[in-house]
């Protein structure tokens, strides 16, 4: 008895991943940068395309075979215009695709520095003041 071969036409599931954009924890001064962690747990890294567009969208594509007959697919467009495009940085491990995306014009940020650093800085002032009036005082 001969098997009969399934010309089955494969399904397609699309699917919304899910998303988590994180600001860097670094405590960069002057380079700020985001991470946007996409969790693509089923997915290997040869089934992800992107593509750079002259819109300046980033876009993601992944198709993944489950089964026979059924492919699970995504389709993400990320607005990159105010990153700098070419420091952007990929990297998929653990089934999650992790991307950090420069800021483009970072701004001093004393927020980013931490509470100890501005501590120091305000004791070095007051013992810059301490000294200046100790001096100019007689």
Same mark, same amino acid.
């Given at each position: =008895?001969?098997?009969?071969? +399934?010309?089955?036409?494969? $399904? ?17 001064? &002057? #380079?700020?940068?985001?991470? !946007?962690? *996409? ?17 300046? !969208?980033?876009? *993601? ?6 089964? #026979? ?7 993400? #467009?990320?607005?990159? $215009? ?21 800021? #483009?014009? $970072?701004? &001093? +940020? ?7 650093? *501005?501590?120091?800085? =305000? ?5 810059? !003041?301490?000294?200046? =009036? ?5």
């Amino acid at each position: =008895m001969k098997k009969e071969e +399934s010309n089955v036409e494969p $399904s397609y599931e699309d699917f919304e991943p899910y998303c988590k954009w994180i600001k860097e924890a670094k405590d960069y001064v &002057l #380079k700020e940068a985001d991470i !946007l962690e *996409i969790q693509l747990q089923e997915f290997k890294r040869e089934e992800l395309k992107y593509e750079m567009g002259e819109d300046r !969208l980033l876009y *993601i594509r992944g198709e993944h075979q489950v089964g #026979k007959s059924l492919i699970r697919r995504f389709n993400k #467009k990320i607005d990159v $215009s105010k990153y700098n495009i070419k420091e952007i940085e990929a990297k998929f491990e653990a089934g999650n695709l992790n991307l950090r995306l420069p800021c #483009k014009n $970072s701004a &001093l +940020s004393f927020c980013k520095m931490g509470k100890k650093t *501005i501590n120091c800085a =305000m004791v070095a002032l007051l013992l810059l !003041l301490a000294f200046c =009036m100790y001096r100019y005082s007689e």
